[in-house]
């Protein structure tokens, strides 16, 4: 199992536990960051883009122990 620190920016944080913006999540070996939004229950949609340790993350990359995610929702103004 992993441990993977995890931090919602925008509207995304009402998908985690108290609508916090940032938790632990706990996964099994291998996981991928898709795995992680599945897990978090967070729709494919409502997702612009992930880091992982301050990189940009595709959905298949596998996730390690201690691994910081950022997920960000989609940006709109004008």
Do not use: C, Y
């Amino acid at each position: 199992m992993i441990t993977i620190s995890a931090r919602a920016h925008g509207n995304l944080r009402r998908h985690f536990p108290g609508g916090r913006d940032e938790a632990d999540f706990t996964l099994p070996d291998g996981s991928r960051v898709v795995d992680l939004l599945k897990a978090i229950g967070m729709p494919d949609v409502e997702v612009w883009m992930v880091s992982v340790n301050d990189l940009l993350a595709k959905p298949e990359q596998i996730l390690f122990d201690g691994d910081r995610v950022n997920i960000f929702a989609p940006v709109a103004g004008g």
